[in-house]
């Protein structure tokens, strides 16, 4: 093990990638799928191979600082879903080698946007293949964050105090500059491995049990702890697990919501208890008053359909906006059965805006949730609301509460500065593909789901379903590219570039 762990970061995830190949190949071969199981057996074999040359190649090599762990976690994104596509362009007749990338970019960095609008177009081990690609890049998030992120404060840690916090994290910082990040990814690996796949075996268990498939119910398992949103069925619509399901999904969504659910105390940072954890309480704040507002709106504007007045579509319209909101503020993207009941009892025929509002917003810091982060839109709050308690009292003094003194006196400037990049890179990609001849509605819609990494957010959001493979090769390119972007996040690409963070 200490062998492996000095060799290259990147190395060590084809090797991990090549073996993965291996389960959608016995996979095939049970249902006597020969072609898709040679498809990957062969893939899997000669990566293996090239893996094994290039780590007997590089065996002196040894990567001693964070930011060498950053290049290789950019080329994670970037490179390593070029070698994770060819058993699907192998296995999938008709799909070109670009569309084989996308899917896997797509499935890669957990954004779930899918060209086949119809799930039997493809095998049911290609959608194994597509699912734990999601699942692997979900994994890699988890433990890529507390380990390379955490100790240069990007990724979201930014926003919390290092210099003048509390005595932890000066502890954190300090370890983060003088430790080996390859004894980080071990030492938290460790720990958040075993969790990873204890918590995906329990949702799968509980899939099971509540009715589903069991191929359907490992899909969805893997799908809901990395958020990808992928579906070998086409969505929880047409699962039969129901409302039973569909509750047991709802509790695992905490893991995308904040990283205290998985990683308490793990990073030197997070020691309160999950009720006193600021993204936690935003969340619940947002999903409520949503929620509230989506049920309320049938007593005060859509009450004159009398056939929507019993007691059970109040039930079921307000389960299906529960789920519905929380699923696309942790940008996973499933819908509920009942997400039809819910728009006929608020009388919305397609509320989008909201959802693209949610997945904006996005997950907790450190978790496989995409989109602006908790944290960041928790600072800016705290920050406006201290505003306006000085233009009514401008001589008061702000509190300094416990929570309070954890975020940086910058903490909502560097959120701001974060969510400026976040809206110019909407802009940038809405223009790329505008220049496809994409429309302004659906540019942008796709240009948040790839941003995001929300990718059922084109079928849900729009006035009508957009497909993505209506969308011309070069768009698809622009989105991917747009799904690596918003996985790595823009800070992280930048520090890449900015010098003082290359020198010494």
Not at 100 to 122: H, R
Not at 195 to 203: E, Q
Not at 417 to 434: D, K, Q
Request: hydrophobic share 55%.
């Amino acid at each position: 093990m200490h062998s492996l762990s000095q060799r290259p970061f990147f190395v060590l995830l084809m090797g991990l990638g090549a073996l993965a190949m291996v389960l959608p190949a016995i996979h095939a071969l049970s249902i006597d799928n020969h072609a898709v199981a040679r498809a990957f057996f062969y893939s899997a074999l000669l990566f293996f191979v090239l893996t094994l040359f290039i780590g007997l190649a590089t065996a002196g090599y040894k990567v001693a600082l964070s930011r060498g762990y950053l290049v290789s976690l950019l080329a994670a994104f970037l490179v390593l879903p070029i070698m994770l596509a060819v058993p699907m362009y192998e296995a999938v007749p008709d799909l070109t080698f670009h569309e084989a990338w996308f899917e896997s970019v797509s499935s890669f960095t957990t954004t779930g946007a899918t060209l086949f609008d119809n799930p039997q177009d493809l095998p049911s081990s290609v959608h194994l293949w597509r699912a734990l690609m999601g699942w692997l890049g979900g994994l890699l998030v988890w433990v890529s964050a507390i380990a390379i992120l955490a100790p240069l404060n990007i990724g979201g840690f930014e926003v919390r105090a290092v210099h003048g916090g509390s005595a932890s994290d000066r502890t954190f910082a300090q370890v983060g500059r003088v430790s080996d990040p390859s004894e980080r990814l071990l030492r938290f690996g460790a720990k958040l491995v075993p969790l990873y796949f204890a918590l995906t075996a329990l949702l799968w268990l509980g899939l099971t049990a509540s009715g589903e498939n069991a191929f359907v119910a490992l899909c969805h398992a893997m799908s809901v702890l990395a958020t990808s949103g992928i579906s070998p069925v086409g969505g929880l619509v047409f699962s039969p697990a129901g409302f039973t399901g569909e509750f047991i999904i709802v509790i695992f969504f905490a893991f995308a919501l904040s990283r205290v659910t998985f990683s308490r105390g793990l990073s030197g940072q997070e020691t309160n208890p999950l009720r006193k954890d600021s993204e936690v309480r935003l969340a619940l704040m947002l999903i409520g008053a949503l929620v509230t507002v989506l049920f309320l709106r049938h007593g005060i504007i859509a009450f004159d359909d009398a056939a929507n007045n019993d007691i059970a579509s109040a039930a079921s319209a307000l389960w299906g906006a529960l789920f519905t909101v929380t699923s696309f503020l942790t940008t996973t993207g499933f819908e509920s059965a009942d997400w039809s009941s819910t728009r006929a009892w608020s009388g919305l025929s397609a509320p989008g805006l909201m959802l693209v509002g949610l997945s904006l917003i996005g997950g907790g810091v450190a978790t496989t949730a995409g989109g602006i982060k908790l944290l960041r839109v928790y600072a800016l709050w705290k920050h406006g609301q201290r505003e306006i308690e000085r233009l009514i009292h401008p001589s008061s003094v702000g509190g300094a509460g416990a929570d309070a003194r954890r975020i940086r006196r910058q903490g909502a400037q560097i959120a701001w500065i974060f969510f400026m990049l976040f809206t110019i890179s909407i802009a940038a990609v809405m223009v790329l593909l505008s220049f496809t001849g994409v429309q302004f509605e659906t540019s942008m819609v796709l240009a948040v789901s790839a941003l995001s990494t929300t990718g059922p957010l084109a079928s849900v959001a729009a006035e009508t379903p957009i497909s993505y493979a209506g969308i011309p090769d070069f768009g698809k390119t622009v989105l991917a590219f747009a799904m690596v972007v918003g996985r790595l996040e823009a800070l992280a690409i930048i520090a890449l570039l900015n010098p003082e963070f290359w020198r010494q």
